[in-house]
């Protein structure tokens, strides 16, 4: 299909995707070295606080969007029948939408 | 007087074809994002849990503390650190930093090297 | 000396085998071709590919203990023993160290191995400075000799979609070449998920290219250049 310009589409979100998480894990290392909140009411203000829940949100949408990227990879290479491919993807891609909407559901929309 | 043999074999023995270290960084590099993208959900799951009540959250941290726990907690810590360096490593040579042979053998193996040495850290720090 | 060659003749065999060698070598063999050449002498059967013998046709490119390299330039001292030789890694093969290169050519040719430039064609040549010609280093080299490809993961898995890193380093030698004008189209042609995309830089294509070409070098300058094109 060469019309469609989805090789470098997926490649770029692949790696944009990559370096938002690496700022977030970084970050996140390096608050937990500093700070490391024992106690459940610490740790709970901490990530429902508005700046740390979205944060934490778009590190997960990355994380969906990145590994989506990487099993569709994995399913080019070595799945090649239709009859096998197309489930596969299905399934994967489902199971990264229920993720992130499981996601928007702790740090979101709870109380 | 035996037939033509049409069919042409190839030599695909994975056993006797060599694997540089840059390919053993890459396959590292699939596995890993393979077993991060399965443990995302129970990932998931321990974030919910530590979130949602101060039993659930203790919960969590003896469930952590328990043997057969870490030691899937450092196959997902190898498979983290891994995935992280190579991805590094990945994302410099997309810049053309370290992209020569020399540069990229060095590359990798200081990739290997590295996330071992992670799990052994994380390994020690666990134990 | 002592060889552990890869065996099959179509009017013979049903599946392929190895067969061991031990062939005396005189002081004046100092490559591997030279061996392949004393132990045909012994065993006229033997078939394998030759024909400059200094490495710049790629005719006698082969699997040598694991690794693509050219016969020719490949030095007898060195060798672990036995000899392991075997055709190119995926390629079909037409007998014994002798493989159809027929994809291969067709990966080439798909990438319009050629200068498109509609202008019309000046008294003598289209002129290029030093700077653009430069630019060509390290990409016109290529003797497509396949060892590249044929060691190349992305391209065992995916021998027809993906058109390989000597097809790639072909295309990229075109693309920055000055006089060309189709750029543009060069690069939506690799914009697929195929194409160039089933790359992922392994390097197996670096490290054995014979002429010291960089084909993950290459990609990865596309890649950029998609990428400045796209935004």
Known sequence: MRGTPSGLRAWLLQRLTAVYMIAFVIFLLAHFATDASKSYELWRSWMMHPEASIATFLFFTALLLHAWVGIRDVVLDYLQPMIVRLPVLAMAGFSLLAMEAWVARILLLSP | MAEFNHARPTFFNLLRIEFPVGAITSIGHRVS???LALCTPVLIYLLEASLRSAQDYEWVRALLDTAPVKGLALLTVWAFAHHLFAGIRHLLMDIDVGSSLRAARLSAWLVNIASVGVVLLGGGMLL | MKFFIYRFNPEKDSTPCMQHYDIALQPEDRMLLDALVRIKAADDS?????????????????????????????????????????????????????????????????????????????????????????????????????????????????????????GLLQAYRFIIDSRDQATRERLEDLNDPYRLFRCRSIMNCTEVCPRGLSPSRAIEKIRLLMVKESI
């Open chain 3, 46 to 166: 033997l078939a394998f590919r030759r024909s400059c013998r200094e490495g710049v046709c790629g005719s006698d490119a082969m699997n040598i203990n694991g690794r693509n390299g050219l016969a020719c330039v490949t030095r007898i001292a060195g060798l672990k023993e036995p000899v392991d030789l075997r055709p190119l890694p995926s390629f079909p093969v037409v007998r014994d160290l002798i493989v159809d290169m027929t994809r291969f050519f067709k990966q080439y040719h798909s990438i319009k191995p050629y200068l498109i430039n509609d202008e019309p064609p000046p008294e003598k040549e289209r002129l290029q400075s030093p700077e653009e010609r430069s630019k060509l280093d390290g990409l016109y080299e290529c003797i497509l000799c396949a060892c590249c490809t044929s060691q190349c993961p992305s391209s065992w898995w995916n021998p027809d979609k993906f058109v390989g890193p000597a």
């Open chain 2, 33 to 35: 994002g393979v077993v």
